[in-house]
């Protein structure tokens, strides 16, 4: 059974930092591109960072430069470090893998708020 267990989330202001968490269980981490996306209120969901299986990392333009997509096989761990908060970033944000059929998994959340 795959499981995907965000955390980190929180209260920060503007101009503040979070590092984001994500445990996961039930796959060969380290076979498995790894994604980072967000949903805020009443927005779509879109796509903040990749991270592929040998390290290779995009990012959506408003976050390139302040945001790091990271992973740690050995504890099958991917991380988003966020710095330079801005209140455009408060979200929830959700951590995501798919097979190479295109079936994803997704944890179960963590929410980011930026505001004074």
């Known amino acids: 059974q795959v499981q995907l267990v965000e955390s980190g989330g929180g209260l920060v202001q503007p101009g503040g930092s979070l590092r984001l968490s994500c445990a996961a269980s039930g796959i060969i981490f380290s076979a498995f591109a790894m994604y980072w996306y967000r949903q805020a209120p009443g927005k779509e969901r879109e796509l903040v960072a990749s991270?592929?299986?040998?390290?290779?990392?995009n990012y959506v333009d408003s976050v390139r430069g302040r945001f790091t997509i990271s992973r740690d096989n050995a504890k099958k761990t991917v991380y988003l470090q966020m710095n330079s908060l801005k209140s455009d970033d408060t979200a929830v944000y959700y951590c995501n893998t798919k097979r190479g059929s295109g079936y994803s998994y997704w944890g179960q959340g963590t929410q980011v708020t930026v505001s004074s």
């Open positions: 991270i592929n299986i040998v390290g290779s990392t």
